[in-house]
Structures are given as structure tokens and as C-alpha cells.
């Protein structure tokens, strides 16, 4: 609290100075540990996920293994890593570049996978919706890709404005100083896309499977593209990457908090309840999907927080 009180001043609410100094730290690269850790929590979510699905279908391709046990790997590496070790994070992000290595493999895998059903791609709709989720090993990959750009980051109480002399400005910022900086907005925006895209095309074909019992379940459909819309017009825009970004970022990680209740209330009412709560999660309505979907409304909501870069 010392350290809050010397930048923001005696008098400021300990709430406020809080969150300012954490926000402060955000936009100026300063989260290294705090990314790290998020890395590894997300992982388990992904990893259990997956291991479930996998489980399904019963790992008839070993490679089947390789998500689940790089899962625990990054979990591993990322609460190491938010201790500030310099070794940690090293590992963070050796482990982070392999799984994401490892979630395109699994996009291939998958893509084979729809191809070989009868039919093949000649009745794409049908056996993407009844195949492999195709897009679910990049979702795998969200967590890596937050455990490769901490690694990159500067731990929280580093000094402002320092700029590591190391790394020279060769023709501007050096891209891993623009990192350290957190001056990668544009970056994450467009990640942000991309990923709204997968998470929100994967909660479309789930739903569509259960033919939209519920009307809840049109909600992250038709949250995906207003979210890709508004980080995809955030890359050429400050202005909408600070003021609309944000609002619906926070929109969307609320919406996954909710369809994160839905999905445990219909494990909870199939038959059995928690008395089988194993094979119910196993074979219920996937438990985690959701938070997944929530992960891309923080990174739109990381990316209204952060500096742009250099023109």
C-alpha cells in the first residue's frame, strides 16, 4: 500500500488507488506476474475441457493426450512464473510457443477428423456440427497465447517508464519492447477478433445441436460478431477501442458468467444430479465452454486498457 500511496497521494480511497494502480500497470506493460498466473488458472479450465471431450471420444489417436498434459504443464509453469522467477518465466514461455505448436496440430486433427465422416466436406453443415469441434484447439490456445506475451511483460513493481536498454529501437519500437510497454492494443484487438470468432462459431454449432432450446443460447451468437464488429473497428479507432470496446467486453464476459450458470444447472438436472457428477459433466452440456467465451471479452477489455502502438 506504501508504494500506492507514494503514486497516487495520502488522501485517494484505498479502493480507487487500487484499481487505478492496477489499471496504470496494465497500460504500461507492468503485469507480467498477474498475466502469468491468469494464464495458468485459464489453462485448467481449457484443459479440463478438453480432457473431457477427448475423454467422449475415447483417445483413439494418442496425440489425443498431448492438450491435456500440456494443459497441466502451463498450469504448472504459469502460478511458478507469477512469482517472479526469471527461470519460470523462461519455462512460461517455452511451454506457451509448444501449446500453442500443439493447438494448430489439433486444428488439423480435427479438420481431418470432419473430413473423414461420411460425406466428407461435400455436407460441410452436418458433419462440423457433428464431427469434432473444429475450432476447439485454437480456443485450447488462449491460454498460451496469454502466457507468451507475459512472459514478455515487466513484473508489477517495476519502475514507469523504464525502457529496457537491451532491447534497441530499430526502426521505432522493437516489438518485444512495445510488449514491455503495453504498447500492443492494435495486437490484441485483432486477437481478439479472431478468437470471438472461433469461441462464438463453436457456441453456435453446440446450441444448434440442442436446437436452441432455449433463448438464452442465441445470446452468444449474437454477441460474437457486435464484439468482433467493435475490436475490428478498434484497430484503426482510439476512440471506439476506449469507450464502445469496453462496454461490450464487459457485455460479453458477463453473458459467459451467465451461460456458465446454464451450463451447471443442466449438469445438475441430469439424471443423477451431483451424485454422478462425473458422467455428468462428462456428458452433460460442456461445463466450461462458456468461460471460454467470456475469455474473449477480457481480452477485448485488455485491449481497450492498453497503449497503441507506434505508427
Known amino acids: 500500500m506504501q508504494f500506492f500511496a507514494e503514486r497516487h497521494g495520502p488522501e485517494t480511497p484505498a479502493l480507487e488507488t487500487d484499481v487505478e494502480a492496477i489499471y496504470d500497470d496494465i497500460r504500461e506493460g507492468r503485469f507480467e506476474r498477474s498475466m502469468a498466473l491468469l494464464a495458468g488458472l485459464s489453462s485448467i479450465l481449457s484443459g479440463l475441457e478438453v480432457g473431457y471431450e477427448h475423454y467422449r471420444a475415447g483417445y483413439g489417436n494418442p496425440i489425443m493426450y498431448t492438450p491435456v498434459l500440456l494443459s497441466g504443464a502451463l498450469t504448472g509453469v504459469g502460478v511458478w512464473a507469477s512469482f517472479g522467477s526469471k527461470a519460470g518465466r523462461k519455462a512460461l514461455r517455452i511451454t506457451s510457443v509448444i501449446t500453442l505448436l500443439d493447438s494448430v496440430t489439433g486444428l488439423y486433427f480435427h479438420i481431418r477428423g470432419i473430413q473423414r465422416k ?147 444447472r443442466g449438469v445438475v438436472r441430469r439424471p443423477g444430479s451431483l451424485k454422478k457428477w462425473i458422467y455428468n459433466i462428462m456428458y452433460g452440456p460442456p461445463i466450461f465452454a462458456p468461460l471460454l467465451f467470456a475469455a474473449c471479452g477480457t481480452l477485448g477489455l485488455l485491449a481497450s486498457i492498453l497503449r497503441r502502438e507506434p505508427k
Open 118 to 264: 461420411p460425406g466428407g466436406w461435400r455436407i460441410p453443415i452436418v458433419n462440423i456440427v457433428m464431427g469434432p469441434p473444429i475450432f476447439a484447439p485454437l480456443l485450447f490456445g488462449t491460454s498460451a497465447y496469454l502466457g507468451l506475451i507475459g512472459s514478455y511483460m515487466r513484473r508489477e513493481d517495476a519502475p514507469g517508464g523504464a525502457v529496457d536498454v537491451s532491447m534497441p529501437r530499430v526502426s521505432g519500437l522493437n516489438w518485444k519492447q512495445e510488449l514491455r510497454e503495453g504498447r500492443f492494443q492494435k495486437h490484441v484487438a485483432a486477437i481478439t477478433v479472431l478468437w470471438s470468432f472461433f469461441s462464438g462459431f463453436e457456441a453456435w454449432y453446440s446450441h444448434y445441436k440442442n436446437n436452441f432450446k432455449y433463448k438464452v443460447q442465441w445470446t452468444p451468437v449474437l454477441l460474437t460478431p457486435v464484439l468482433m464488429a467493435a475490436a475490428a473497428a478498434s484497430i484503426p479507432s482510439r476512440t471506439i477501442a476506449k469507450k464502445i470496446l469496453p462496454a461490450v467486453s464487459i457485455i460479453t464476459i458477463a453473458d459467459g458468467g451467465i451461460g456458465f450458470y446454464y451450463h451447471a
